[in-house]
């Protein structure tokens, strides 16, 4: 064929196997293909359905040539759709899950006993995994009573099994079908009835209200569709010159210890500019075809982020883990959270850390069995623990002793030594992701080790030697005893100012229903609220004794 003929010149080139410029084909090619769509009126919803099945399946066949691949995603889809059917109680969503992960894992282990180069089937399987999977969980939250379900449970349930046709276009959804983004069948389905336009917000202006789609879409599509072949190109110049694997040489170890250090960072950014670049594209690719709108902002200006699967200012500037988590892989991280973290914690219950273990855990096994996987998620779930004790138990005192206590803290600027803080825990948080990501890139146990040791493990001894220090050593109950012991002594500050302001004399013939107490604040009103003389985080009836001072947001 000529388009093979073509994409074969390109990846020589390219120094890449055709199939993954065949791939990048498919990206670029949904973006005119989105624009046609969009030419199908809304009430003829079945059309619809037809083209995402047909556009879909001319990719996996006609470009990808992956007609193995056909069968095991129809395979997975069908058995998903027959269990979701059949099967009526809690055991149905963890049964799809055990099916079609077990699938899946069957397509890791071929990869990995067959290593190839070349576009394979698991790719489009991993993002079928996160569909099929939330669409079983939204069809059991469909047939349980609303008050059990929280917010966003009752916005994706699925009340009635949707018919084959409309399942199938929802499998095949061609702008995000190869590497996502994944959305749920009520999103979908909102899209295809054009519902989702009609979200909530400052709305449109008036000349804006006969409009079919908010305006913005091109606009913000060819934004990211710049953004994503300047991540593949950067990429394709520099990721072999940055990439992991240079850390298996022997050339590496003879370099001093500040140049591996850097040199790290700047393998770190490198291969991370591909999962940027492609997410970038399908992105844009899914606002051209209309699906990503996310109603208006407060000046009334659409918002097209619905699609995101990366915020890559909020990655590389991470103040924290958590900040770098929830912007990485978003898609992922939503259906990691909806369908695996809060399905296995009981009504009544808190996560535990073993609950963060078991859903990173499942992350390694959705992305394959390279031993890599596995030591990158391991350490990363003790790494979240760990910055959720630095920020629960360090992080208060660089913020006021009382930050909760006025409504005028919440809006005052950060301090110095908050921002100081913000600095250090970006910096950190970068090490730590170039040095955690290394056996994720390099897959091999042992080269992954040998890559983490040829660093000195720092990663680890940060890490590690943190929670050994806060948990087994009593440090996080000495931070927070020392917290609590600060925050009683402002609060005590702050009442007694309260108290001496209130003898504060007034001028001569002033009624005392016109005097003004500032400094009172929030004390008058606790007092009047609770009757009983006792004022929360201020003093008691008798001006003396504290009471406990409210510290939940710290």
């Not at 790719?123 to 099929?132: A, E, N």
């Not at 535990?352 to 990363?380: D, E, K, N, Q, R």
Request: glycine content about 10%; overall charge positive.
């Amino acid at each position: 064929m000529l388009l093979d003929s073509a994409f074969d010149a390109a990846g020589a080139a390219a120094g890449v196997h055709s199939s993954h410029m065949a791939l990048l084909a498919c990206f670029v090619i949904s973006y005119p293909l989105g624009s046609v769509f969009l030419l199908i009126p809304k009430d003829q919803p079945a059309l619809k359905h037809a083209c995402n099945i047909g556009i879909s399946v001319f990719f996996l066949l006609g470009m990808l040539h992956l007609w193995t691949g056909m069968l095991h995603v129809v395979g997975s889809a069908m058995a998903t759709y027959i269990l979701a059917a059949v099967m009526k109680g809690r055991a149905m969503p963890w049964t799809v899950f055990a099916v079609v992960m077990s699938h899946l894992l069957l397509s890791h282990w071929n990869r990995y006993m067959w290593p190839t180069d070349a576009v394979e089937i698991s790719g489009p399987q991993m993002v079928l995994i996160m569909k099929l999977s939330t669409f079983a969980w939204n069809v059991y939250d469909g047939r349980q009573k609303l008050e059990s379900l929280d917010e966003s449970q009752k916005e994706t349930r699925i009340a009635a099994m949707p018919d084959l046709l409309s399942y199938f276009g929802y499998v095949f959804y061609f702008p995000a079908f190869l590497i996502g983004p994944a959305l749920t069948y009520a999103d979908y389905m909102a899209w295809i009835n054009e519902t989702s336009f009609q979200k909530s917000g400052a709305g449109p202006s008036n000349s804006q209200d006969k409009q079919r789609i908010p305006s913005g879409r091109k606009r913000v599509a060819l934004q990211k569709l710049v953004l994503g072949l300047v991540g593949i190109g950067y990429y394709a110049v520099y990721g072999s010159k940055f990439g992991y694997d240079i850390m298996l040489t022997g050339e590496w170890k003879q370099n001093p210890l500040w140049y591996r250090l850097a040199f790290t960072q700047l393998m770190g950014f490198t291969q991370r500019t591909k999962y940027y670049g492609a997410w970038m594209l399908t992105e844009g690719a899914c606002i051209f075809s209309g699906y990503g709108f996310n109603g208006y902002d407060k000046k009334g200006q659409p918002l097209w982020n619905k699609a995101a699967n990366v915020d890559i200012l909020n990655i590389e500037l991470a103040p924290n883990f958590k900040i770098l988590l929830d912007s990485w892989n978003i898609n992922t991280n939503t259906w990691l959270r909806n369908s695996v973290y809060k399905r296995l914690v009981k009504p009544g219950e808190k996560p535990t850390s073993m609950t963060t273990l078991y859903t990173f855990m499942t992350s390694a096994i959705w992305h394959g069995v390279y031993p890599g996987y596995y030591l990158t998620f391991f350490l990363g779930s003790l790494l979240s623990s760990a910055a959720k004790g630095a920020r629960r138990y360090f992080r208060p005192f660089f913020l006021p002793a009382l930050a909760n206590s006025s409504a005028a803290s919440k809006f005052a600027p950060p301090s110095t030594l908050k921002r100081v803080y913000d600095v250090l825990g970006t910096a950190t948080t970068i090490v730590i992701l170039n040095y955690i990501v290394a056996p994720f890139m390099i897959l091999g146990f042992w080269d992954s080790l040998h890559a983490w040791w040829s660093l000195y493990a720092y990663g680890h001894v940060i890490v590690i030697g943190f929670l050994i220090w806060g948990n087994a050593l009593g440090g996080f109950g000495y931070l927070a005893a020392m917290a609590k012991k600060r925050a009683l002594k402002a609060s005590t500050k702050e009442a007694w100012a309260a108290k001496e302001s209130m003898t504060t004399p007034a001028a001569p013939g002033t009624p005392f229903g016109e005097l003004e107490m500032p400094a009172l604040g929030g004390l008058v009103k606790d007092i009047q609220a609770n009757g009983n003389g006792k004022a929360n985080g201020h003093v008691n009836g008798n001006g003396r004794k504290m009471a406990s001072t409210d510290r939940s947001a710290l």
